[in-house]
């Protein structure tokens, strides 16, 4: 049975008030008051799609020796040339002897993704594809993308052991229907009107491939308890509904209340949703939207409890936390020129072929371990740190990124160069030994004390505007 | 048998510029200007000079790597000189690399010389960058030295149970003590005496140490020409000397920073090297028979933890030692930070270790003005910490008045 082993999807910490926005920039466009409900979550100032896109996966508690390959999908990759899903596997300490894959160009690339990990383990080419989608899409002030654009990510295991649900089938149409678009000339995208993309786009393509996908598999709507699209608009959902002639219960909210739309990642982020609350025997029907629609059918098995226990995504839901004031939000995404000081333009390149060197440890997190005297040791060491041992070259790796720890002592410093001050970090201690001086995120420093449980997370350390590197690693927060 | 370097190499002169925001001068003007004391308090000419170590940290916006400013700017006639550096031990580290070098009997009369002009860099704090290397760069948190020392706050507060609040009010201490003094020093940096209440006021630079917790960033230069014992009597005849009692130093094994067993409330580096002088200079009883310190107070949580890591105040015992004016002035104690210390003379990095002994140096010799005079003093003892809690080099000097 091939099907999805494991679900995750994250939301970043940070929620932004629509309401705020609309206050902010309501006077430059005055119809956006319609949109101006509920929150939409954004990324910390230290997050990217790749960072989220670990954030999800870690959800999914993989097993990294097993996955044979990882395929990322995002419109908002920070690299063009330089895989993506490749720092990804790194930081999740995968194999080398891996495939991986960036998926990308359009909104459907994140269904695209899990069909085609889905149909290698059908072939027989895989047995265990992590497929992660994610994005971090930019909008301009004032307009209706800045209200619906919501940042976060979703991730499948796929495999054919142990599935929670199984794949029964998909369909795929991939037509250029341009409602919008984005080039390397802009970080923002451009949208033709509203109208026509609404009426001949999502009114004509969704229905489209269902109505292809049934007719494919001989299946009637009522075979399935919930039936999943991607559409933003809410009086275009309200049509839809009532034109696919969709009953209440097999309607799946779109999260935009309190997420707003992911972009790549918004089908996986409903499907995780849905199965976090799914039963053994339920059908689920999950419709992409992007330059044409990917349908793909899943079956939940009886094995859906194991996600039930841990519901990652509605852990991350409930943790959101409201990012105030708005301005703070245009300075995290480099919306609008700010003063970062005559301290902030120390600027030396990335040394690559040092990061390749320490690849496992920059990226993820693994130091050593003394195989004499068992002392857990980051950065990796030659000579073992406990004085009482000292061997020389008896080490093996030994990953930090799944343990927990424990705050040993902190500060919060308003001398570092940060767009996020004051810049929190301390000693950690982790469970099983081993002590890390690092970079605390998602957290305040009034609530932080000694003896805190701290675990890894991924996060962006520098973003260098000059050269456009994006320089990763790891940091802690707040269990 | 390894004797130690006690009584075998005498101070013979000294110089120290007037520390601060240097706008009127580079670091060539500075080595002019404390090279110019120093020859003249040591009597003797510049030709005399045999050998010289030179130390500065941040030569990159100073003046420049190597011996060769040293030499280039004093028109020293071709003499050996070595550039050292050791973080901020880095002026002792000249001191040293001088008294070794006489002790050995490879030279009779040797100089070192300590600068740095920070103050063209064109923000406050120290340069910015990473001095731990391009490791640190890329798996380090995003730290500077306040947020570093900071964390021997929390860490303490923890340990030793002690609300944050009363710690805040023993650092506040530190650095009033420290004003009062500075106040009464022409060389000094910033020279007003502030109240405890505006230095708790003050805004917060790392949490938990505000503005006043934090010490100048200073341009300044200080430096000692040193020579055997029997040419300084002969030079100096029937006059004070200060002798070399004690030289150490002691740095990180990394266990302070991957290893689980310290408690990031000490400074393990400073006890060694502290232990390791004391045994050199023949002191059993420091809390007794010290007369005064200069210990490295970049932020008043280090001088805190330094009372206790120097085995003057007992693990946990800091703060009343602080609060009941041991380290003041006049206070009966050990005064420390006579001439301000690093908080309100300055702290340019390479010059900072040889200040600290020019004061000493000049408080052994009785120079100083009656209200900032400490009296008969036997030794007295210097202290630098270079680096971080958790990753450091630490010297401790003693001199003594005569042998």
């Known amino acids: 049975m091939v099907g999805i082993c494991m679900a995750g999807a994250y939301v970043p910490r940070y929620r932004l008030s629509r309401e705020k926005i609309f206050q902010a920039m309501g006077w430059l466009n005055p119809a956006t008051r319609s949109l101006a409900r509920g929150q939409k979550a954004v990324a910390n100032y230290d997050e990217d799609s790749v960072t989220m896109a670990v954030s999800a996966t870690m959800e999914c508690r993989v097993e990294k020796e097993k996955a044979d390959c990882l395929y990322f999908a995002s419109t908002t990759m920070p690299y063009q040339e330089r895989q993506n899903a490749g720092i990804i596997a790194t930081a999740l300490g995968m194999r080398e002897d891996v495939r991986t894959a960036d998926f990308t160009g359009s909104l459907k690339a994140g269904t695209t993704a899990l069909i085609s990990a889905l149909e290698t383990v059908v072939a027989g080419g895989c047995s265990s594809i992590v497929v992660c989608a994610s994005d971090c899409r930019l909008a301009k002030m004032g307009g209706q993308e800045e209200m619906f654009f919501g940042d976060g990510s979703a991730t499948a295991i796929v495999g054919k052991d142990d599935v929670i649900a199984e794949y029964k089938g998909s369909f795929s149409l991939s037509v250029d229907f341009v409602d919008r678009f984005r080039t390397p000339s802009s970080p923002f995208g451009r949208a033709w009107e509203d109208r026509w993309i609404r009426d001949a786009g999502y009114d004509k393509i969704i229905p489209r491939a269902l109505n292809s996908f049934l007719k494919k598999y001989d299946l009637k709507l009522e075979d399935f308890s919930k039936v999943l699209y991607c559409c933003p608009y809410p009086s275009e959902r309200r049509k839809l509904n009532k034109k696919l002639g969709l009953k209440e219960d097999q309607i799946q909210n779109f999260l935009m209340e309190r997420v707003g739309d992911t972009g790549v990642a918004q089908p996986l982020v409903m499907l995780a949703s849905v199965l976090e609350n799914a039963r053994a025997g339920d059908n689920i029907l999950l419709l992409s939207y992007g330059n044409g629609c990917d349908a793909i059918w899943f079956e939940v098995t009886d094995s859906i409890g194991r996600l039930k226990e841990s519901r990652p995504l509605e852990k991350s839901l409930d943790a959101g936390v409201e990012l105030d004031p708005y301005e703070k939000y245009l300075v995290w995404r480099d919306v609008v020129p700010f003063e970062a000081g005559l301290r902030a333009e120390h600027n030396p390149p990335v040394r690559w072929s040092l990061v390749w060197r320490l690849r496992r440890a920059i990226l993820g997190f693994c130091g050593s371990r003394c195989t004499r005297c068992g002392t857990p040791q980051f950065p990796p060491q030659r000579v073992c740190v406990n004085p009482a041992c000292g061997a020389i070259d008896e080490m093996e790796d030994y990953y930090f990124s799944d343990k927990e720890g424990k705050v040993a002592s902190f500060t919060g410093d308003n001398l570092a160069a940060t767009v996020n001050p004051p810049q929190i970090y301390g000693h950690v201690l982790f469970e099983g030994g081993g002590k890390v001086l690092m970079d605390f995120t998602d957290c305040n420093l009034d609530t932080l004390h000694v003896g805190m449980p701290v675990t890894p997370v991924f996060r962006v350390k520098d973003y260098d505007r000059v050269r456009g590197t994006t320089r990763y690693g790891w940091k802690v927060k707040p269990v | 048998m390894a004797s130690g370097i006690r009584d075998k190499v005498a101070i013979l002169g000294m110089g120290c510029t007037r520390f601060g925001e240097r706008w009127d001068a580079g670091g060539e003007d500075l080595i002019v200007e404390a090279f110019t004391q120093c020859l003249e308090d040591a009597g003797i000419d510049k030709n005399e000079i045999q050998a010289c170590w030179f130390g500065t940290y941040y030569p990159e916006i100073g003046v420049g790597k190597s011996g060769i400013p040293l030499s280039s700017t004093l028109k020293l006639p071709f003499l050996p000189v070595t ?84 710690i805040k009010e023993a650092m506040a201490h530190v650095s009033w003590k420290s004003h009062q003094n500075g106040a009464m020093n022409p060389r000094a940096h910033l020279r007003r005496a502030v109240t405890k209440e505006q230095i708790l006021k003050a805004p917060m630079v790392a949490y938990p140490l505000g503005l006043f917790d934090c010490c100048g960033v200073s341009d300044g230069a200080a430096c000692a020409i040193v020579t055997t014992p029997e040419i300084a009597k002969s030079i100096k005849r029937n006059e004070d000397l200060v002798f070399v009692k004690a030289l150490q130093i002691a740095c990180s094994s990394g266990e302070e920073a991957l290893f689980t067993a310290w408690d990031g409330a000490s400074v393990l580096t400073t006890t060694r090297a502290a232990k390791r002088a004391y045994d050199e200079a023949g002191i059993q009883d420091p809390r007794r028979e010290i007369s005064m310190m200069e210990v490295h107070d970049c932020f008043s949580i280090t001088e805190l933890v330094t009372m206790e890591d120097l085995q003057i105040s007992p693990r946990g015992g800091a703060i009343e030692d602080i609060l009941n004016g041991f380290f003041d002035l006049k206070g009966g104690g050990i005064p420390c930070q006579v001439d301000g210390g690093l908080k309100c003379f300055g702290h340019p990095i390479g010059a900072s270790g040889l200040r600290m002994i020019f004061e000493v140096y000049n408080q052994l010799l009785q120079r100083w003005p009656e209200e900032r005079l400490v009296k008969n003093p036997r030794y007295g003892l210097t202290h630098n910490l270079g680096g971080f809690p958790h990753q450091n080099v630490v010297a401790v000097t003693i001199l003594g008045i005569n042998s």
């Open chain 2, 83 to 166: 550039r050292v550096e050791n973080k901020c031990a880095t002026g002792t580290e000249a001191f040293r690399g001088a008294c070794y070098a006489v002790a050995s009997g490879a030279y009779d009369i040797c100089f070192a010389l300590g600068v740095e002009k920070l103050k063209d860099t064109g923000y406050g704090g120290l340069p910015a960058g990473s001095t731990e290397g391009e490791i640190d760069v890329m798996l380090g948190a995003n730290k500077t030295a306040p947020g570093a020392f900071a964390q021997l706050a929390s860490a303490y507060s923890a340990k030793y149970k002690i609300p944050m609040e009363r």
